[in-house]
C-alpha cells in the first residue's frame, strides 16, 4: 500500500515562499513519477507540478510557472514543491499524488487520472 504523507504547510504573506514536502512508503519510490495538485475551496483539484522518476522531467501550471519548483530526492523517498512569490490565489489544499503505473520515457502524468495515490493534503494560505 502507497502511502504519501504532506508537510510544510503554512499561512505566509503575499509575495513570501514556502516548501512543501512528500514522504513516499509503499512502493520502490524511483521507479514512478510524482505530482503537486492543489484545491480552493469550492474549486476543482487542479494540476500544479509533476517529475519524472528520476527528475530530469518537469512541467507545470502555467499559472505557477517560474515561481514554483518540483523536486525529488529518491535516497529519501520525497518530493519537494519550493513555492516562491506567492499569491493570493495560491491559496489551497495541496496535495501529493504518485503515478499509478511505472513510468515510461516522455509520458509525464499531469491529469488527475494519471495518478493512483494520494496524500491528505496540507493547506497553505497566503494573505494580502
Known amino acids: 500500500q502507497v502511502q504519501l504523507v504532506e508537510s510544510g504547510g503554512g499561512l505566509v504573506q503575499a509575495g513570501g515562499s514556502l516548501s512543501l514536502s512528500c514522504a513516499a512508503s509503499g512502493r520502490t519510490f524511483e521507479n514512478y513519477a510524482m505530482g503537486w495538485f492543489r484545491q480552493a475551496p469550492g474549486a476543482e483539484r487542479v494540476f500544479v507540478a509533476a517529475?519524472?522518476?528520476?527528475?530530469?522531467?518537469?512541467d507545470y501550471a502555467e499559472s505557477v510557472k517560474g515561481r514554483f519548483t518540483i523536486s525529488r530526492d529518491n535516497a529519501k523517498n520525497t518530493v519537494y514543491l519550493r513555492m516562491n512569490g506567492l499569491k493570493p490565489e495560491d491559496t489551497a489544499v495541496y496535495y501529493c499524488?504518485?503515478?499509478?503505473?511505472?513510468?515510461?520515457?516522455?509520458?509525464?502524468?499531469?491529469?488527475?487520472?494519471?495518478?493512483?495515490?494520494w496524500g491528505q493534503g496540507t493547506q497553505v494560505t497566503v494573505s494580502s
Open positions: 517529475i519524472s522518476p528520476g527528475g530530469t522531467t518537469t
Open positions: 499524488a504518485a503515478d499509478r503505473r511505472a513510468y515510461r520515457v516522455g509520458t509525464l502524468p499531469v491529469t488527475l487520472g494519471d495518478f493512483g495515490y
